[in-house]
């Protein structure tokens, strides 16, 4: 957010760059899910997953593992990273808060407040219905936030934004603590939000494709708006624009985005928070770039977070969550110094 | 003058009313006839036992802790000179859950005898939540301490301490497991004199100290030029202040587990009644947050009995839309 404040910054529209990161980003991201894909429990060789993609063989065990485990676990990285890198994009460029990214504004506490629900009084629910739970109370979560801040006088300054959704957050996971440890469904609860990747097959992923079609689609036709609305609010009212329509769009971007994100791969914060940063510092100001920049950044993240999450403590998973935060929190408290200057 | 001693009075006579009321509620109850009997010393061995064994311990533990919070809540507050600060909210909580969390993990499955080593969690804990704000004010260190850095850093650090927690508690087994879930929550869980001795002396010795330094805390309040000017040798008094302010919070939250909110709702509440200087309003905090975790603590034992709620659940609950309104309040 180096520079969001400072919009004349030489850095804005930087094509060549752009063009770089598309190409450079993509072609990792290409060997990242190569490396995801045959890494594992079962070292497949790369060999034996360009065959399994091109040449299935059913009976074969490998083909099947790369078919029915890594494959889908490798695109829902792709898509859960995504979501999360531009959600963190549009909230920062439309609060103007540097600090803005999805897992602070009670979109977690929203979906895991749904979840206890489900599992404490319809167990025998299944498990897509649970799914449609979370992605409802992770959006109930957001519009809360969003709503305290809105209501909040002097509007959704960055501190405030911050406590509105730390003090929902507390409120919410308040209540599901007290479900969780009463029906004594505490455990799964927790399970489910740190599971990240692992339990993702290709119904998940079906279940987040239109959704990532919509949220995609409405960030991209945003994405000018978006430009302008984070040079602020005035400027762009200045500009003709009408910032209520592009807010009310933008958030809904983010709800459904964040929502099947959380739905899915439970807890994984600060790729919103990092990747954006890291996007703008490569791209300049241009939400056009910063959109589709961040969602191949995303995935790259996630997915090479994903792969260290498996090696780290083999055979057992590290939830995924935690490595992303042993990434962004240093990153944070290098962003909290430089309170004052974007902050 | 006359309208705080009437304050007080009023709010001595509700810790008073609370704490009859809930001598006599809970699993068992007890009419108030009995519980004179069994304090006169002729009430049956078992009402001897709820009373003096289980719910008296407790109900002092409630009382000391809600007031440590409240103090240490007054204190971050006016050192931060905002009025949203907490110690949950800037990490000090989740520090000291960090420590017991890990604490709990390596004795897995030995909590039984947890009861000798009632003196070792609150040692603990302590230790958590001094790392966790040594760390704090060292990263929000930058040619001295602005409060808006010392409170992001604080939620930063928040939610560090929370993804390890993560790994460890995924790791417990099924009865750790919930022991660490139900502490975390903020669970009064030591119902013995032991625990209440435990935490009794921090208290007892801090609040005092703290009171010794109101007038310098209504000058830090008004800003450090204003405090230097005045002779206060503020990046100092700063540190001093911080660290009572964390043992206040460390020793609460080692018996009285990661309650968030009283800290920064109590200050609050007694502001609005006293005023902000510091001689009066400390007590009143103090007895704010006794009185509250009281409170809590009755309606956490009694609204779904047998079961309890743990007590910093019921205060989030009440304290969260509070905080909310004060938010969308503050300019």
């Known amino acids: ?343 | 003058m006359k309208r705080i001693v009437w304050i007080y009075v009023a709010i001595v006579m509700s810790i008073f009313a609370v704490f009859l009321l809930s001598l006599q509620m809970g699993t068992m109850t007890i009419a108030p006839l009995d519980v004179w009997r069994t304090f006169m010393g002729d009430g049956t061995d078992q009402h001897a036992l709820v009373l003096f064994g289980f719910r008296l311990p407790r109900m002092v533990i409630a009382l000391l802790v809600g007031a440590g919070l409240a103090v240490s809540g007054a204190i971050l507050q006016s050192l931060s000179r905002n009025e949203l600060a907490d110690p949950g909210i800037l990490g000090i909580n989740a520090g000291a859950g960090l420590a017991v969390v890990i604490f709990i993990y390596f004795f897995q499955g030995s909590y039984t005898s947890l009861g000798e080593t009632v003196f070792a969690l609150p040692f603990f804990a302590f230790v958590g939540a001094l790392t966790a704000a040594f760390l704090i004010y060292t990263l929000a260190w930058k040619k001295g301490v602005t409060p808006i850095r010392l409170v992001l850093v604080g939620i930063g650090l928040n939610a560090g301490f929370t993804a390890i927690l993560i790994v460890f508690q995924l790791r417990m087994n099924p009865n750790d497991f919930m022991q660490a879930t139900v502490w975390l929550n903020g669970d009064i869980w030591g119902t013995s004199w032991a625990s209440t001795l435990a935490v009794l002396p921090w208290i007892l010795l801090l609040i005092p100290l703290v009171m010794a330094q109101a007038r310098t805390l209504n000058v830090m309040r008004l800003g450090d030029p204003s405090a230097i000017s005045l002779g206060i040798k503020v990046e100092r008094t700063r540190r001093r202040l911080l660290v009572w302010a964390v043992m206040l919070a460390g020793a609460s939250v080692s018996v009285g587990g990661a309650i968030s909110f009283l800290g920064l709702v109590a200050p609050h509440i007694a502001r609005r009644l006293v005023g902000p200087r510091h001689q009066v309003m400390i007590p009143t905090a103090a007895m704010m947050g006794a009185l509250i975790l009281l409170f809590a603590d009755m309606v956490g034992r009694n609204l779904l009995s047998p079961s309890e709620i743990p007590v910093g659940i019921v205060v989030a609950v009440i304290g969260a839309p509070y905080f909310l309104y004060l938010l969308m309040k503050t300019p």
């Not at chain 1, 990285?77 to 920062?92: D, P, Y």
């Not at chain 1, 040079?231 to 809904?252: F, H, N, S």
């Open chain 1, 1 to 343: 957010m180096v520079d969001a404040t400072s919009p004349t910054s030489k850095r804005f529209g930087l094509r060549p760059m752009v063009v770089i990161i598309m190409f450079a980003g993509t072609s990792l991201l290409i060997c990242a899910i190569l490396l995801s894909i045959s890494l594992g429990a079962a070292s497949i060789t790369p060999m034996t997953v360009w065959e399994a993609i091109v040449n299935y063989d059913e009976s074969l065990t490998n083909h099947q593992i790369i078919h029915e485990i890594r494959l889908p676990r490798v695109a829902g990285a792709i898509l859960v990273g995504s979501f999360l890198a531009v959600s963190g994009a549009l909230m920062q460029g439309m609060t103007r808060n540097p600090l803005a990214e999805p897992s602070i504004i009670g979109i977690t506490d929203g979906a895991a407040l749904a979840l206890a629900i489900m599992f404490a009084f319809f167990p025998s629910v299944p498990y897509t219905g649970s799914l449609l739970a979370a992605f409802i109370g992770a959006g109930v979560g957001t519009a809360l936030v969003f709503l305290v801040g809105a209501l909040a006088k002097g509007g959704l300054t960055p501190a405030k934004l911050a406590l509105a959704g730390v003090t929902i957050g507390a409120f919410l996971s308040a209540i599901s603590s007290g479900i969780a440890i009463y029906f004594d469904v505490a455990q799964d609860l927790s399970f489910w939000f740190a599971g990240g990747l692992a339990n993702i097959d290709w119904p998940r992923v079906q279940l987040m494709l239109p959704v990532a079609m919509i949220g995609m689609a409405i960030a991209l036709w945003l994405a000018r708006s978006i430009t302008i609305l984070s040079l602020g609010k005035d400027v762009a009212q200045g500009l003709g624009q009408r910032t209520g329509i592009v807010r009310t769009m933008g958030i809904v971007a983010v709800m459904l985005m964040t929502g099947a994100a959380v739905a899915v791969a439970g807890t994984i914060g600060f790729i919103g928070l990092i990747i954006p940063h890291i996007t703008r510092a490569l791209v300049g100001l241009d939400y056009r770039y910063i959109v589709p920049c961040s969602a191949i950044l995303g995935s790259l993240l996630l997915i090479v977070a994903d792969i260290l999450a498996r090696l780290v403590n083999a055979p057992y998973e590290t939830p995924v969550g935690a490595i992303t935060a042993l990434v962004g929190v240093p990153f944070f408290l290098y962003l909290a110094r430089r309170e004052g200057r974007g902050v």
